[in-house]
């Protein structure tokens, strides 16, 4: 992985005055890192995870056992990572590690589309931020074709994985039974350039962590490129207990502590970034309360908290009967190689992203299947299923929220909304509509928990107007003119579309933004 500075938080390596410092090191946290660290800003990154190498992932030898859970399509390594708080009203899933969620990501970058700026009442446009997904795009190798659709705009792809043969098949059925409905391939941030030291060898297995470092995260692509810069530090296994500020309302420093460690030191910087996720980020605000500040942190309209959103999803799987006498093919690519894209007939967008068959699933498949079906047969089945993931949109509510309670400790509340419902049934539907007329028989269907997509976004909505918002357009607080926001959190709205790539590219136009605002001093 490289070498880096690794600052201590016993002090042994001093504590000089950084440029910029950076909370959380997930998908907008590395981007952050890495563009600041080459600009030559010195730039500090504190997490409270600790390094996990690429070779902790066995995906690619199954030597591991199945996940313990029923129905889970993680082994017991990758599901040891992922912590999940059930909550009454939210299920709250995070890996406490650096890269955070990315270290289990299946890596669909997706693009938002202009509309979807328009109606979600952001404060920029799809055209200010379409610099910054070619950047990002062009930065961590995202496959794709260029299909000319509006509400999946193209853009900087490498050449995606053909299609297996489940895979044709349903493309094929679909082209021809149902030719309003647009099929594309997935477009996802795996290296698929042949003679590259990364790239994917088809295990078909990206859920459980990638032993290649096929599938983008920062510490397999971005660190190696900044790890022995003399401006650069990472401080790993360092818990952020909150922000301190200073007579002038700015953000003086950030007091942490290592994990399980009561030493404390506090790091001061010119400018300070909060990129801990839509949940995380909204905690450290609120925990940062004080005498001069007894709501939290950049939070005097009462705003941090407010309008959570996950996307409401369906699981649906089928089996095509007519592949039964037909050769399918070995190769598992990267699992989903399918993106449906708008099969909502009721004015809501949805979106299907496609898995094919792969025996790797046989653990879960097995855990699931009545124990008369025998081994070889139900190999056999899994080579001809297909598994469905159906996003539709999410509602920026109030109401949901994450509050901090008078003992310190936090409630989340969140509930669908009537249309989120009513689009959880939808999903369902129109997905087994399609499978009916293109020959396949529906297995079974799950509807998602608030939470279970892991879209997680809006807690500290970005806007114009101080009151309504916590950050403006360019995320930095209204109330603290050297604290910056860039995660999902700042989200005004959340399309059917995976978050990732815009938080990303959101990343990339802040960092930006700060070397402008450094250098320009």
């Not at 794709?144 to 098949?169: E, T």
């Amino acid at each position: 992985m490289g070498t880096f500075i690794m600052e201590n938080i016993d002090g042994s390596v001093s504590d000089p005055k950084y440029e910029v410092c950076i909370v959380g090191c997930g998908a907008s946290g590395g981007v952050l890192a890495y563009q600041c660290a080459l600009a030559g800003l010195n730039t500090v990154v504190i997490d409270s995870g600790d390094l996990l190498d690429d070779s902790y992932f066995t995906n690619l030898l199954m030597q591991v056992k199945p996940a313990s859970s029923k129905n889970s399509p993680f082994d017991r390594k990758s599901e040891k990572l992922l912590q999940v708080d059930v909550d009454p009203e939210f299920n709250h899933y995070s890996i406490n590690k650096v890269n955070g969620l990315q270290n289990l990501w299946g890596g669909v970058s997706l693009r938002f589309s202009e509309a979807d700026f328009v109606e979600g009442d952001w404060p920029i446009t799809y055209s200010e931020l379409a610099p910054f997904y070619d950047e990002i795009e062009e930065l961590i190798g995202v496959t794709g074709n260029c299909d000319g659709l509006s509400d999946l705009p193209d853009g900087k792809f490498i050449q995606p994985f053909p299609y297996s043969s489940l895979d044709k098949h349903i493309v094929g059925k679909i082209r021809s039974k149902c030719p309003l409905i647009t099929t594309i391939a997935n477009r996802k941030a795996v290296e698929t350039r042949p003679n590259r030291k990364n790239t994917c060898l088809q295990c078909g297995m990206c859920q459980n962590g990638c032993s290649t470092g096929s599938v983008y995260k920062f510490t397999s692509r971005l660190l190696p490129q900044i790890s022995k810069l003399s401006n650069f530090v990472l401080m790993p296994n360092t818990l952020v207990q909150k922000l301190l500020v200073d007579s002038n309302g700015d953000i003086s420093g950030v007091l942490c502590s290592g994990n399980g460690s009561k030493l404390e030191k506090i790091i001061t910087s010119k400018i300070f970034v909060i990129s801990s996720g839509a949940l995380n980020t909204p905690k450290l605000l609120l925990e940062s309360r004080s005498l001069a500040y007894p709501h939290g942190i950049s939070n005097n309209n009462r705003s941090v908290g407010k309008g959570l959103m996950d996307n409401p999803n369906v699981v649906i799987a089928a089996i095509f009967p007519s592949m039964f006498f037909r050769k399918i093919d070995r190769e598992s690519g990267y699992g989903n190689h399918i993106l449906i894209p708008d099969i909502g007939g009721d004015g809501v967008k949805q979106l299907v992203d496609v898995y094919h068959g792969n025996s790797k699933l046989f653990p879960m498949f097995r855990a699931s299947m009545p124990w008369f079906i025998p081994d070889f047969l139900l190999h056999f089945i899994i080579r001809r299923v297909a598994i469905c993931l159906i996003f539709s949109p999410a509602d920026p509510e109030n109401k949901n929220s994450i509050a901090m309670k008078n003992d310190g400790t936090f409630l989340i509340k969140h509930s669908f909304s009537e249309r989120e419902v009513s689009q959880l049934a939808s999903m369902d539907r129109r997905a087994r509509q399609l499978f009916s007329k293109i020959g396949g028989f529906v297995l079974g269907s799950y509807p998602g928990r608030p939470g279970d997509s892991i879209h997680y976004a809006g807690t500290c909505r970005m806007g114009k107007d101080s009151t309504q918002s916590v950050v403006d357009i360019n995320l930095q607080s209204h109330e603290h003119r050297n604290l910056f926001i860039c995660d999902g959190s700042v989200f005004p709205s959340l399309p059917e579309k995976h978050p990732t790539l815009t938080i990303m590219a959101l990343a990339a136009r802040l960092s930006l933004h700060i070397h402008s605002k450094l250098r320009s001093c």
